[in-house]
Structures are given as structure tokens and as C-alpha cells.
């Protein structure tokens, strides 16, 4: 086993800088597109074979350092009685979004060994399978909430931020039953053998740092409590540079960070108290392999004082990236320092 990845989340000396890619197994790779072919998205994460299968693809392609469950942050809505369609168009839609207060007597809560069961099944083939670790995965409850609320992807979260201003109680009703939900299916994830979990909070940065103490930080700060160090946990709060130490509040293991901060500030801000994750601009990977290979080196270079370093892209690789190109990221980290 691979154990470098675990090694750098604990904070401990590695030879080298563990690497994964968030969305590491997607679109961008042609191995991926041809098992979509026959297959929807959502029977994709349903499928234990075939998720196990698209979870595989990068190991062996990009030679990363961990590997991550593939599923995706709003498949446990389902059994909480929301109507979701992944359009190829406009990508998650939910058909019942929750509008005013009443909407949330119809959330029930999940089983997640019963109702989300091919979860645990991809997860025990995929141990049997693979010799890196396995990162599972929740959304956090403000990002989750923004999804239940607007009924899919939005540019400035007006439904959202109107229920959290007009009826905070309901808001946080609606907090409330996410992170509840949102600990147990954790919980079902680690006891069926990921080696760490990350917590992606992709819209949180919508927010101001007062309403993030507020209406978001002290949820992930309950899921990440209740987790109780069992797996390390790594919370991805994408676009709140200005608020990290608020984010380093939560709890994490390790804070993962995007490109809009330079890595030495997050070292410096977070005191080497906790390991870090990231951060090069996805669309870095759209250069040539000499300035892929000088960006990497630059954050390498940064991240040196960390408590640990995990080396990964800001935010999801772009479905226009070359494989290549993924590939010689991974490898310039991989090589670095070596002459
Ligand atoms: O094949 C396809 O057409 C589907 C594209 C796709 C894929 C490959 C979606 C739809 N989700 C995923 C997988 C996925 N999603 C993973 C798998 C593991 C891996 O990293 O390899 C993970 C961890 C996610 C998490 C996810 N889904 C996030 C958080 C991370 C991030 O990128 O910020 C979010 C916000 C989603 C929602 C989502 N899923 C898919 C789409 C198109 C969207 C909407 C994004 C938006 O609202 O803009």
C-alpha cells in the first residue's frame, strides 16, 4: 500500500509530495466518455462495478497518490425525497426544490447502508482493488443547502440567501437535517473502509466571513466533530482565502485550498497547525509542460513550512484538459527535486 498520501495528512515526513486531482476521473479522460456511453450518470454512481471501474482510470493513467470515490455530492439527496436529474446540458436538476418552510416536512431521513448501499459496495470492491488510499465524500451542508434550495447550479444563490435572510430558522432547520444526514452517511462511508473523507464546501465562499461563522462553519464544525479523527478529514471551502482562518476553525486535518491564495500566506496564516492541500489554477494545465513544470515547483516551493502538503489542482480538472497534461503535472511532482 501507498501510504504517502495518509502520511502527509497526519503531517508527517514523506519522501515525496503526495498527489490526487479533484474530478480526477471525469469527462477529460476518453476511458471515461466511453463507459458513459452506455450509461447515465446517475446509473454510473449507482453501479458498484462501473463506479469502481471510472474510480480506477486515473490510478493507472496519472500514477496519483490516492484515489476518490466516484459519486457525487448530490446522490444521497435522492432517498431524502428530492427529485434530481443530472441533464447533460445544464448538468444537476431538482425537480422539488425547498422554497419556504413547510417544504422541509417532506425531507425524510436516510439509511444510508439501505438506501445508498451501492455506495458501501464500490467502496469494498474498490479496497480489495487498489494499493493507494480511498478518499470518500460529502458535500457540506451550505453547499448541499444552495443545491436543495436554487433546484441546481446558480450564479449568486438569491433563493438561498433569501430563505437565510427572511427565515433564518428554516435555513437552519434545513442545516440541521443536512448535517445530521450528512455525519451518518460519513460514518457509513468509513466503516466501509475509506482511509480519509473530504468535505467539499464549493459555494460557501458566496458568503460573507460573518455569515460563515454564522450559517455554515458551525455545521461542518459538528460533521467533522462527530467524525472524531477516526479518517483524517479534509474540508474544501473553494474561494474563501479571505476567511481561512475561520476555515481552519473547523476542525480539518487538512484545508484545502484554491489558486487565489499564494500557498506560503496559507502557511504562514495557518501556523504549520494543520496540513494543507492544493492550490495550482486548474486552467494552468491548458500551458505548455515547461510552465506546468515551473508552476508546480513554485507551489512546492511554498508549501515547504506546511504541516503537510497534499498536492492537488484549486478546484475539479476542466473536461477540456488534455490527459497528458494531467500527466505531466503528476509527474513534475512526482519529480521534483530529483535532477
Ligand atoms: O459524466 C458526466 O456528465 C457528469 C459530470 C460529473 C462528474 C464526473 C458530475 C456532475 N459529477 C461528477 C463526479 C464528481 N462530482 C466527483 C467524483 C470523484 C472525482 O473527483 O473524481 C466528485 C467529488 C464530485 C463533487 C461535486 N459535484 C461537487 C464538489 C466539487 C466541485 O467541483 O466544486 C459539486 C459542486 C458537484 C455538483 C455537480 N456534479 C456534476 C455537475 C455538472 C455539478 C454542478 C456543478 C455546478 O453547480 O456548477
Redesign the pocket.
Known amino acids: 500500500m501507498n501510504d504517502t498520501f495518509l502520511k502527509a495528512c497526519r503531517g508527517e515526513k514523506t519522501e515525496y509530495t503526495p498527489v490526487w486531482?479533484?474530478?480526477?476521473?471525469?469527462?477529460y479522460l476518453p476511458q471515461?466518455?466511453k463507459v458513459?456511453e452506455n450509461v447515465d450518470?446517475l446509473t454510473?454512481?449507482k453501479t458498484p462495478e462501473l463506479a469502481a471501474e471510472?474510480?480506477i482510470q486515473?490510478l493507472e493513467i496519472l500514477k496519483v497518490d490516492a484515489a476518490?470515490?466516484?459519486?457525487?455530492?448530490?446522490v444521497p439527496l435522492e432517498p431524502m425525497g428530492i427529485d434530481l436529474e443530472?441533464s447533460?446540458a445544464k448538468?444537476?436538476i431538482i425537480h422539488n426544490p425547498i422554497r419556504k418552510e413547510s417544504d422541509l416536512d417532506r425531507l425524510r431521513n436516510i439509511i444510508p447502508d439501505d438506501e445508498l448501499s451501492f455506495v458501501a459496495e464500490t467502496i469494498k470492491i474498490l479496497t480489495q482493488k487498489i494499493n493507494v488510499p480511498l478518499i470518500g465524500?460529502a458535500?457540506a451542508p451550505f453547499?448541499i443547502a444552495t443545491?436543495m434550495i436554487e433546484g441546481?447550479?446558480?450564479k449568486n444563490f438569491s433563493k438561498a440567501k433569501t430563505i437565510m435572510y427572511q427565515t433564518p430558522q428554516a435555513f437552519l432547520r434545513l442545516m440541521d437535517f443536512i448535517t445530521d444526514n450528512t455525519i451518518n452517511y460519513l460514518i457509513s462511508q468509513i466503516n466501509a473502509g475509506v482511509s480519509a473523507v473530504?468535505i467539499?464546501d464549493?459555494?460557501v465562499g458566496a458568503l460573507s466571513p460573518y455569515d460563515f461563522s454564522r450559517y455554515a462553519l458551525p455545521y461542518v464544525q459538528k460533521i467533522i466533530s462527530a467524525i472524531n479523527h477516526k479518517v483524517p478529514v479534509i474540508y474544501?471551502a473553494?474561494n474563501s482565502g479571505s476567511m481561512l482562518e475561520l476555515v481552519a476553525k473547523s476542525g480539518a486535518d487538512i484545508i484545502a485550498l484554491d489558486w487565489r491564495i499564494e500557498i506560503s500566506d496559507a502557511v504562514n496564516k495557518l501556523s504549520g497547525s494543520v496540513a494543507i492541500q492544493g492550490n495550482l489554477d486548474p486552467c494552468i494545465l491548458f500551458g505548455t509542460d515547461e510552465l506546468i513544470k515551473e508552476r508546480v515547483s513554485l507551489i512546492l516551493n511554498g508549501a515547504k513550512g506546511a504541516k503537510g502538503h497534499i498536492f492537488n489542482l484549486g478546484?475539479?480538472?476542466l473536461?477540456e484538459t488534455s490527459p497528458e497534461k494531467a500527466i505531466r503535472m503528476v509527474d513534475a511532482v512526482h519529480n521534483y527535486g530529483k535532477s
Do not use: K, N
Request: charged share 15%.
Open positions: 486531482i479533484m474530478r480526477q476521473a471525469g469527462r471515461y466518455r458513459r450518470f454510473l454512481c471510472v474510480t486515473p476518490i470515490l466516484f459519486s457525487d455530492i448530490l443530472f447533460e448538468g444537476p465524500f458535500g453547499t443545491y441546481g447550479s446558480s473530504q467539499f464549493s459555494w474544501f473553494f478546484h475539479g480538472i473536461p
